[in-house]
């Protein structure tokens, strides 16, 4: 689950939001966060990659986080954005429908997910659930969204 010390109290998270939910992950974890340029499509790379971008001269794979995590996928728009962090070396960004602002979660404020959720194979990516006054926060670990694939 959540790796912190225990003199931590408080994650400070990324807010972003793919349909009508909600997701978070910690602002540790991300490098920067960018709208969607040109991307280009790779052949024969799994359907959740969108393909690469040139980030400063540094060559980005983008995922479609829809697609990952096995919603319908939608038309990039103008709330679009590319969620970019560090993997094993590698330079990569995650498709998000939107970023809404960052904000600090009591760790008091997140529990573990439930077992009806983590029996599923989807939930590897998901590390816990935030409570907000205005509702709940899927925490999504970055690391564990490629954990699988040949990156």
């Known amino acids: 689950m959540l790796q912190l010390d225990s003199k931590d109290s408080t994650?400070?998270?990324?807010?972003?939001?793919?349909?009508?939910e909600r997701y978070g992950v910690e602002t540790?974890?991300?490098?920067?966060?960018?709208?969607?340029?040109?991307?280009?499509?790779?052949?024969?790379?799994?359907?959740?990659?969108?393909?690469?971008i040139n980030l400063r001269g540094q060559i980005t794979t983008i995922i479609n986080l829809r697609k990952r995590f096995g919603m319908e996928p939608k038309d990039v728009d103008n709330d679009?954005?590319?969620?970019?962090?560090?993997?094993?070396?590698?330079?990569?960004?995650?498709?998000?429908?939107?970023?809404?602002?960052?904000?600090?979660?009591?760790?008091?404020?997140?529990?573990?997910?439930?077992?009806?959720?983590?029996?599923?194979?989807?939930?590897?990516?998901?590390?816990?659930?935030?409570k907000l006054p205005d509702g709940l926060l899927i925490l999504v670990d970055l690391n564990k969204i490629l954990e699988d694939t040949a990156m």
Request: glycine share 8%; net charge negative; proline share 3%.
């Open 80 to 130: 679009t954005r590319i969620i970019v962090f560090d993997h094993n070396g590698s330079t990569v960004g995650m498709m998000v429908d939107t970023v809404t602002e960052v904000k600090y979660l009591s760790i008091s404020d997140i529990e573990a997910l439930p077992s009806t959720i983590t029996a599923r194979s989807e939930s590897k990516f998901l590390k816990g659930v935030g």
């Open 28 to 52: 540790s974890q991300v490098k920067e966060i960018i709208r969607v340029g040109e991307i280009t499509s790779i052949p024969n790379a799994p359907d959740y990659v969108e393909g690469v």
């Open 11 to 20: 994650l400070q998270v990324v807010i972003y939001r793919l349909g009508n």
